[in-house]
Structure formats: C-alpha cells, structure tokens
C-alpha cells in the first residue's frame, strides 16, 4: 500500500484518511503514528512543518521543538519498514500544487502556506527549493519573530504571531481594517517572493488564506499597486489543505536531488 503523511504544528494527515492532533513530544508523536498509520509496502513521502536535512533529520521547527535535531526520515523508515523522504510543508505543498494544482504549467512558480507561520518554496525548472519568506525583513516592522530576528514577514502576517499579539485566534478577527493591512503586508512579502527569483506565479495556500475568502480581493487589489515592473499571476492553492499531502505522495516522483532542503 502506498501512504504518505502531513506532520504539521497542529495536525497530522495520514492519505489513508486519518487525522490526528501532532503531538508536541517526538517520541508521542512516533508511538501515535505506530498505532495511526497502515503498513506500508512501497515508499513513503512525508510533509513536515520545518526545516529538514536531505537525509530526513529535523533542523529547525518553531512549531515543534522538541522535534529539532531527531532523525524523522530514519526513524519513520524503522517504524514503517520502507524507504521514507520527508521535505519541508511549503516544498511539499508546492509539489502538489505545480504537480497537481493551481500551479501546472508554471516552470518558475511559488508557494505560500500561511497557517501558524508562514512557509514558502519555489520551484525553478527541475529544482525545487525551500526558502525561509516567513522571515524576510519588513523595514519599520519592530516586532520580534520566533526565530530571534526582529521585524519578519511572520509577525505581521502568521496565525500563531497574530494570536499572541492579538489576545485571539485570527479566524474569530473579522475587523475589515485589520484584513486591508494584513493584505498590504502580505502583497509586499508576496512581491518580493516573486521579484527575487522572477517567478511567473504564485499560490497562496494555509489555512488563514483557506479560512478568509474575502482576504483574496484585498489581497489581489493590494497586489496591483505594488507589483508593476513584472507580471505575476497569483492565486488560491487549488488543492487547499491537502496540497502539502498530494505533494508528499509525490515526493518520490522527483530526483532525490531536485529537492534543495
Ligand atoms: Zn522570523
């Protein structure tokens, strides 16, 4: 049976269907996915919410750091007795999305995941490739990032930064002057994504993009007054929260190394 999984910060996708809360310990999250997860009897491919090395072991994980430093690749290839490839959500998503989704037919393209933080990948030609977005620098932004920079893209525009500062989660915020300058916050970060690497198109996906409709228009009229000098078209993740998991399905379609952690 072929399977693959989404780990993320707050919830873990089996493609068997189940879904269970990831849990914030690396080991209760290993003995969790023992019992969850059907036997497996050809490859599989695993989104993660962080950082990871070409050999599976977790770098970074805001989200999750008591993941940080432990061998996911090696121990889910014990646990499942098959080969496992595991890449960063945003690299996973955008696989889905270039492979499957909104993103076909695009050789330079990008994908944005906006959830508790704020993921993101590109793809140029056969080379796919994780970047660190979230964090780009917003000049005049004094706000400190989880990641110990001061004034990252993240503070202004991710659901976990925006809950801590705002006392709430961002779903329950329905004030339209807080969405107007979310979405001016975002087309900068979106912009600058696309004119660093001249990518033709984008996607937005995460659950805060998912969950708000209405961010779309802001978004897209925020967008047009700011990006000018290059086209760029930029739209929803077609696959929504299932983007990260059909790109894991598809991980070990690619040449090991197409995929720059
Ligand atoms: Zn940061």
Same mark, same amino acid.
């Given at each position: 049976m072929s399977i693959s999984l989404d780990i993320g910060g707050t919830w873990t996708r089996v493609s068997s269907g189940v879904r269970l809360r990831t849990e914030p310990s690396y080991d209760?999250?290993?003995?969790?996915?023992?019992?969850?997860?059907?036997?497996?009897?050809?490859?599989?491919?695993?989104s993660f919410g962080g950082r990871v090395t070409a050999a599976g072991t977790v770098r970074v994980a805001l989200n999750l750091r008591d993941y940080e430093g432990r061998?996911?690749?090696a121990d889910l290839s014990a646990l499942l007795g098959v080969a496992v490839r595991v890449a960063h959500d945003a690299t996973c998503g955008l696989v889905g999305e270039a492979l499957a989704g909104a993103l076909q037919?695009?050789?330079?393209?990008?994908?944005?995941t906006l959830s508790t933080?704020?993921? !993101?990948? %590109?793809?140029?030609?056969?080379?796919?490739?994780?970047?660190?977005?979230?964090?780009? /620098?917003? *000049?005049?932004?004094? =706000?400190?990032?989880?990641?110990?920079?001061?004034?990252?893209?993240?503070?202004?525009?991710?659901?976990?930064?925006?809950?801590?500062?705002?006392?709430?989660?961002l779903e329950s915020v329905d004030d339209q002057a807080f969405w107007a300058a979310y979405?001016?916050?975002?087309?900068?970060?979106?912009?600058?994504?696309?004119?660093?690497?001249?990518?033709?198109a984008v996607a937005v996906g995460g659950a805060v993009a998912l969950g708000r409709p209405a961010l779309w228009p802001l978004l897209q009229a925020a967008l047009a007054r700011v990006l000018t000098y290059q086209r760029?078209?930029?739209?929803? !993740?077609? %696959?929504?929260?299932?983007?990260?998991?059909?790109?894991?399905?598809?991980?070990?379609? /690619?040449? *090991?190394?197409?995929? =720059?952690?």
């Open positions: 209760n999250q290993l003995a969790r996915l023992a019992e969850a997860v059907p036997r497996a009897t050809a490859p599989v491919g695993v061998p996911l690749g037919g695009f050789e330079r393209c990008g994908y944005l933080g704020v993921g !993101a990948a %590109l793809r140029l030609g056969g080379v796919w490739l994780t970047t660190e977005v979230g964090h780009q /620098l917003v *000049a005049g932004n004094p =706000l400190p990032c989880d990641c110990g920079q001061t004034g990252c893209l993240q503070t202004l525009t991710g659901g976990g930064a925006l809950r801590r500062r705002l006392g709430r989660p979405a001016e916050s975002l087309a900068l970060g979106v912009a600058n994504f696309a004119l660093a690497a001249g990518l033709e760029v078209v930029v739209l929803p !993740a077609r %696959l929504g929260e299932h983007a990260p998991l059909a790109g894991a399905a598809r991980l070990w379609t /690619l040449p *090991a190394d197409a995929v =720059l952690h």
